[in-house]
């Protein structure tokens, strides 16, 4: 009985994910706030609060890729990152840099790659933000949840959408 109510639940977070992933006005709302007069760290506080209620999202960090090194610039949730400066070599951030595509791990407790940032986080998704004219990596959205397997399809394309947006945080 348990596992059925489970299964409703998070159908039901999925769907309601999806219709928030198509909400066009999500990239109107990127536009705004990347063309605001702030600065670029509340610009990018901004963004992954955003992203983070349209996905549903319980923690969103906005990462810097600067030359061997990952910065965490701004983040959702009541907590900064556990490791908030590390080198690309390492993580599934580094992963994902040294890739230049889009890691998505179903249960860290199971990748030897991930450098634990909650203790309870289960399943995490890493995507580029790419130069949209050299294609270097210029920053990273990471997205983590306390459920295993918890990002969908769905979820990459919506969260790749808003990384080919947030290049412009690097002008």
């Known amino acids: 009985m348990a596992i059925t109510a489970r299964i ?3 159908r039901i977070d999925q769907a309601a994910r999806i219709v928030q992933h198509n909400d066009p006005q999500i990239l ?3 536009c705004c706030v990347l063309e605001s007069s702030n600065d670029r760290t509340v610009k990018a506080q ?10 549903g999202y319980r923690w969103v960090g906005i990462y810097d890729v600067a030359g061997d090194e990952i910065a965490a ?11 908030p400066r590390f080198p690309v070599s390492q993580g599934l951030c580094g992963a994902a840099v040294r890739s230049g595509a889009t890691v998505v791990v179903g249960d860290v407790t199971e990748d030897p790659r ?3 940032t909650f203790g309870s986080t289960r399943s995490e998704i890493i995507v580029p933000m790419l130069h949209p ?3 270097a990596i210029l920053g990273l959205i990471d997205v983590e949840s306390e459920r295993v397997h918890a990002f969908t399809q769905d979820d990459r394309a919506f969260l790749e959408k808003c990384a080919s947006s947030l290049s412009r945080l690097w002008d």
Do not use: F, K, M, N
């Not at 901004?46 to 996905?55: K, P, T």
């Not at 610039?73 to 490791?83: E, F, M, N």
């Open 73 to 83: 610039i701004a983040w959702t949730g009541p907590d900064a990152p556990a490791v």
């Open 133 to 135: 004219v050299t294609g």
């Open 46 to 55: 901004s963004l992954a609060e955003l992203i983070g209620r349209s996905g």
């Open 28 to 30: 109107d709302q990127i």
């Open 8 to 10: 409703i639940v998070q």
């Open 114 to 116: 991930y450098l634990t």
